[in-house]
């Protein structure tokens, strides 16, 4: 078993070794969360994700588990959980693949082409095919709430002044909660 032990170990600092912000909390390098941009020219550019990943301890084998860990519209993406539906990843995947295809890849790809005939999110889908129009201001507007640079707006609330932190912003409430915002 150690070949995919230095497998997971290399894809990992493949990852690193690339434009992505990696957090590996406990430095356990079989669950951690990624950095994710949408994709440029998209009604995603602007967003940022983050994306968790669970590696099995049979990776490269089988397939690693991720999911968005704040809000996405996106009929190939559940709403609550995070999860993505993305055959490639659940029934297709294959050792020649590595993390840096889930994020080069496999993730924008799903952004950019979204499959509504095979959905997670039922009201994204059915917005999707209903009103594309509609559908693209609703994953604006998701961007903007949900997925803006933590950085940027870090900054912003520092020129604010302290006070703000205790609005309540930080707080989870039912209607603003962040999937798995809790597990980090």
């Given at each position: 078993m150690s070949s995919p032990s230095k497998r997971r170990e290399m894809d990992v600092m493949k990852l690193m070794m690339s434009d992505y912000v990696v957090e590996t909390p406990n430095d356990r390098l079989n669950e951690f969360s990624v950095e994710f941009h949408g994709p440029k020219e998209s009604v995603y550019e602007g967003g940022v994700w983050k994306v968790r990943v669970e590696l099995p301890d049979a990776y490269p084998y089988k397939s690693p588990s991720i999911g968005f860990v704040n809000k996405i519209f996106h009929p190939n993406v559940d709403?609550?959980?995070g999860s993505v539906c993305l055959d490639v990843i659940n029934q297709a995947w294959s050792p020649m693949f590595d993390l840096l295809n889930i994020f080069e890849v496999f993730l924008?790809?799903?952004?950019?082409y979204p499959n509504p005939s095979d959905p997670l999110n039922g009201d994204a889908a059915s917005l999707m095919m209903k009103d594309?129009?509609?559908y693209e201001e609703k994953v604006k507007e998701y961007c903007e709430r949900y997925a803006k640079n933590n950085s940027k707006s870090a900054g912003?609330?520092?020129e604010s002044g302290e006070e703000d932190i205790s609005d309540g912003q930080y707080t989870s409430s039912d209607d603003d909660e962040i999937p798995g915002h809790a597990d980090l």
């Open positions: 709403e609550l959980s924008p790809q799903l952004l950019l594309k129009q509609q912003e609330e520092e």
